[in-house]
């Protein structure tokens, strides 16, 4: 949170202090890059609030109250159904309106009160834009946290969005392997290498056959 937020400030006074030199650069940065940071920010308050207001309780009650969390969040993306499909299908139609300060034809009544705080820092729907990011975290945030307690065995196993790939030469990973096993940072020292070197080929999906031979290279290129 507080990242985010020195990462916003630093933002602010960028933007106030030097502007944009076109409209489409003012676009870009409203409608992409200050939501990126923005969300984070919402993010990170809306996981704060959800788990210092969790209640001492068994699981069924604690999984009750997460599907109630997100109901709420659904709740709003609902309401902004249009904002929504705007962001999700990146259409550009409105960006003028949307993501500019030239927004004098839009009603006082239906401009946000961050904008009308601050105008040179706000647009119509940037904050929107950064709320349906954050929900978006939210919502994957609370499933997690659901799986957790209805499938503890799942959540046990490492999750990856993608498989990691080693790009290198095998060497290296030889030589990392080796390097980790030596310096006992793997249960204090108590794991043999073959262990090691298998953890780091299903890691990265490549077979380091002969690592020992590979190792005893290492050593005599070194020496």
């Not at 650069?25 to 890059?33: H, N, P, R, S």
């Not at 999984?63 to 659904?74: E, H």
């Not at 904008?115 to 609370?142: C, G, M, P, V």
């Not at 498989?163 to 990392?176: C, N, S």
Request: net charge positive.
């Amino acid at each position: 949170i507080v990242y985010c937020k020195q990462a916003l400030s630093q933002m602010r006074e960028t933007v106030i202090q030097d502007g944009f030199p076109d409209q489409e650069c003012e676009i870009y940065f409203f409608k992409k890059l200050k939501p990126k940071v923005y969300s984070r920010l919402l993010y990170y308050l809306g996981v704060f609030e959800i788990q210092s207001k969790l209640p001492v309780a068994n699981t069924p009650c604690i999984i009750k109250y997460y599907q109630k969390r997100m109901k709420g969040i659904l709740r709003f993306m609902v309401e902004h159904q249009f904002e929504v499909q705007y962001y999700q299908f990146q259409f550009d139609h409105f960006d003028q309106k949307f993501f500019t300060h030239n927004i004098s034809g839009i009603p006082l009544l239906k401009m946000n009160e961050y904008y009308l705080i601050d105008e040179k820092f706000h647009t119509w729907h940037d904050r929107t834009f950064s709320e349906i990011i954050a929900n978006q975290l939210l919502i994957e945030y609370i499933q997690k946290e659901i799986i957790r307690l209805e499938r503890p065995e799942i959540s046990q196993q490492i999750p990856f969005k993608s498989k990691p790939r080693w790009t290198g030469d095998k060497i290296f990973l030889v030589e990392l392997a080796y390097g980790m096993y030596y310096t006992g940072m793997i249960n204090n020292g108590q794991t043999e290498i073959k262990t090691i070197v298998e953890t780091l080929e299903q890691l990265f999906g490549v077979d380091l056959e002969n690592y020992s031979r590979t190792f005893y290279d290492i050593k005599r290129r070194k020496i």
